[in-house]
T-cell receptor, first 113, second 117 residues
Framework: GENVEQHPSTLSVQEGDSAVIKCTYS??????FPWYKQELGKRPQLIID?????GEKKDQRIAVTLNKTAKHFSLHITETQPEDSAVYFC????????????FGPGTSLSVIP | DVKVTQSSRYLVKRTGEKVFLECVQD?????MFWYRQDPGLGLRLIYF???????EKGDIPEGYSVSREKKERFSLILESASTNQTSMYLC????????????????FGEGSRLTVL
């Protein structure tokens, strides 16, 4: 089955700096890669996703890149703000009728004011 | 707004007890999932269901079972709770299939924190 690895497990950045989180996946059939953000005490929520037919996607300060050949994808947050502090999970899925989603172990991001 | 409701936010049970965790979604989603969240291990899939009365094992199904008698409700059952099942349990739902309008987004409940003594 699919296995998703994620690095680093913790990340501290100064406010205004950029943050990068990297993930790798094992199943070449995976074609959908979402990122979820979980603030302390809250439920995970989707912040951005990318499909395998696209190499990069951007939404304001966040962007995701995908390298299908190498089976890795990354989340980039620019101009970080204290409210970006959270745990971020990458995930991988292949669109069968079951839409099973497998998550990485998470990255705890701290943005220091 | 999609609403996924988990019936119990906090539970304390004793070893060997039978535990039911209930999850209800109101958006007519075909897919429902149970994840377990532990520090450093992320979200691990226990079971998922893609239709009424249908279920598939996830990565860590041992010690758990599920029930989906109605489309909106997905229950996680611990037949005989053990201390290593102390964890946060998250239910989620999503639309089935892929299209330009369906992102496959998972909508999570608020979680049920289970402590087994």
């Amino acid at each position: 089955g699919e296995n998703v690895e994620q690095h680093p497990s913790t990340l501290s950045v100064q406010e205004g700096d950029s943050a990068v989180i990297k993930c790798t996946y094992s199943d070449s059939a995976s074609n959908y890669f979402p990122w979820y953000k979980q603030e302390l005490g809250k439920r995970p929520q989707l912040i951005i996703d990318i499909r395998s037919n696209v190499g990069e996607k951007k939404d304001q300060r966040i962007a995701v890149t995908l390298n299908k050949t190498a089976k890795h994808f990354s989340l980039h947050i620019t101009e970080t703000q204290p409210e970006d502090s959270a745990v971020y999970f990458c995930a991988a899925s292949s669109f069968t009728s079951y839409d099973k989603v497998i998550f990485g172990p998470g990255t705890s991001l701290s943005v220091i004011p | 707004d999609v609403k996924v409701t988990q019936s119990s936010r906090y539970l304390v049970k004793r070893t060997g007890e039978k535990v039911f965790l209930e999850c209800v979604q109101d958006m007519d989603h075909e897919n429902m999932f149970w994840y377990r969240q532990d520090p450093g291990l992320g979200l691990r899939l226990i079971y998922f269901s893609y239709d009424v009365k249908m279920k598939e094992k996830g990565d860590i199904p041992e010690g758990y079972s599920v029930s989906r008698e109605k489309k909106e409700r997905f229950s996680l059952i611990l037949e005989s709770a053990s201390t290593n099942q102390t964890s946060m349990y998250l239910c989620a739902s999503s639309l089935s299939g892929t299209s330009e309008t369906n992102t496959g987004e998972l909508f999570f409940g608020e979680g049920s924190r289970l402590t087994v003594l």
